[in-house]
């Protein structure tokens, strides 16, 4: 059974910085496209980042520059390091992943901006203050 544990959101000052990280468990096949996602209050989901298996990454145009996804396999963890915040970046963040048995070049792109993704965890709340 998939888990995904997000921990690491809380409040911080416009320009600060915040690392998201999301425990996961329960793999059911080694190819995987993890991702953040996030949902401001009266606002439409919008993926932010996702990285696969392999390590290729794709970022939202908002977030390039400042956000960076990464993962450590050895603890099963996905991390979104979070610089220069702005207020505008204040929602609920979720980790995300989906898994395949197959691997083709642009799956996790289109997992992610189809924001198809099988597996969601709790969310943890980001809030940036003026």
């Known amino acids: 059974q998939v888990q995904l544990v997000e921990s690491g959101g809380g409040s911080v000052q416009a320009g600060g910085s915040l690392r998201l990280s999301c425990a996961a468990s329960?793999?059911?096949?080694?190819?995987?496209?993890m991702g953040w996602l996030r949902q401001a209050p009266g606002k439409e989901r919008e993926g932010v980042a996702a990285?696969?298996?392999?390590?290729?990454?794709t970022y939202a145009d908002s977030v390039k520059g400042r956000f960076t996804i990464s993962q450590d396999n050895a603890k099963n963890t996905l991390y979104l390091q979070m610089n220069s915040l702005k207020p505008e970046d204040t929602a609920m963040y979720y980790c995300?992943?989906?898994?395949?048995?197959?691997?083709?070049?642009?799956?996790?792109?289109?997992?992610?901006?189809?924001?198809?993704?099988?597996?969601w965890g709790q969310g943890t709340q980001v809030t940036v203050s003026s």
């Open positions: 329960g793999y059911p096949y080694s190819s995987y496209c």
């Open positions: 990285i696969d298996s392999d390590g290729g990454t």
């Open positions: 995300a992943a989906d898994f395949t048995p197959g691997y083709s070049g642009s799956w996790c792109y289109d997992v992610f901006w189809a924001e198809n993704f099988g597996y």
